[in-house]
């Protein structure tokens, strides 16, 4: 799935918003999510990421984020029943894409998700994915499995599970208690990208071994190399390997040095010099 996209900045020609949607074609299959408060603003721009070719959209009713709270997008929705009805509603005739529709329990101690999962099954909508916190938590505490379960007796689409997914352990934990067609897994990725592969192999049964540390991040740098523009891979980079690095035994003072590089090719050099010696010790 693709980063999350203001309906807005898409519908008025943002290239920001138009470089977050590129993909490659061995992505496949792949959704776009949207973000936005205005029936018309999303529905235009659900016509584009159709034209653009994606497989399918998410619709983002679970972000907590201020910035999009504040324009009443993202999990503002959630307070909103009837207006993130009209939203989905215009999105639904509007494309013929796959459509799904993520959200959370609700705000504070009103948990409305059930309402909503009927209303996306009422409006023809192919999955609801459930991020079992509220609003109000934000990314803390525990995610609510068992809210899930609840979701997914009381429909006929299909439900994903999203939250608390860190290994693969813990995605078959999951899959078990609750039944869930589905696991949309987000920021344990970013710490350990292999958690897909891992997840997978421990849902069949199989022994998993993490690919070595600097195996990773070395191919990371090299694909970044095949795909992005100088401009785009440094932030992106920086960003990454500092999570990438946070539970590397020693970790604090390589953490400092990427995070004083200021371009592509000392952040590069920094890393290949820093784990081809590891590679080779």
């Known amino acids: 799935m693709q980063g999350l996209v203001s309906a807005e900045g ?3 020609g943002g290239s920001k918003s ?7 074609p061995q992505e496949r299959p792949i959704f776009a999510q949207l973000f936005g408060a205005s029936p018309f603003a999303m529905a235009a721009a659900a016509q584009q990421v159709e034209a653009m070719g994606f497989d399918g959209l998410d619709l983002n009713f679970g972000c907590p984020e201020k910035k999009i709270l504040r324009v ?13 009805e009209a939203v989905v509603g215009a999105v639904r005739r509007s494309v013929k894409l796959m459509l799904t529709m993520k959200i959370r329990l609700g ?3 009103q948990r409305t998700f059930l309402q909503f999962g009927r209303m996306a099954e009422d409006l023809g909508l ?4 459930l991020h079992p916190r509220t609003v109000a938590q934000g990314f803390s505490g525990q995610a609510d499995w068992d809210a899930v379960g609840q979701l997914k007796h ?5 439900v994903v599970a ?5 290994d693969g352990e813990s995605y078959r934990q999951l899959i078990t208690r609750t039944g869930c067609d589905s696991v949309l897994i987000g920021r344990s990725a970013l710490r350990r990208p292999w958690v897909f592969e891992e997840s997978l192999a421990c849902g069949r049964g199989e022994a998993f071994q993490p690919p070595a540390l600097p195996e990773v991040v070395l191919r990371y740098l090299a694909l970044l190399e095949e ?3 100088e401009e785009d891979r440094f932030p992106a980079a920086r960003l990454h390997l500092l999570q990438f690095l946070h539970d590397l035994p020693h970790a604090a003072a390589l953490r400092a040095k990427v995070g004083a590089c200021h371009r592509w090719s000392a952040l590069k050099d920094l890393m290949e010099t820093q784990f081809s010696r590891l590679e080779a010790s």
């Not at 009443?72 to 993130?84: C, E, H």
């Not at 009381?154 to 299909?158: E, L, T």
């Open 107 to 109: 705000w504070e101690n």
């Open 72 to 84: 009443g997008a993202g999990a503002a929705l959630m307070a909103d029943l009837n207006k993130a």
């Open 154 to 158: 009381a429909m006929d689409i299909p």
């Open 227 to 229: 795909t992005e523009s």
């Open 126 to 129: 192919d999955a609801v994915i």
């Open 10 to 12: 898409l519908s008025r």
């Open 18 to 24: 138009e470089r977050l949607l590129r993909f490659f």
């Open 162 to 166: 999203s939250g608390d997914v860190r």
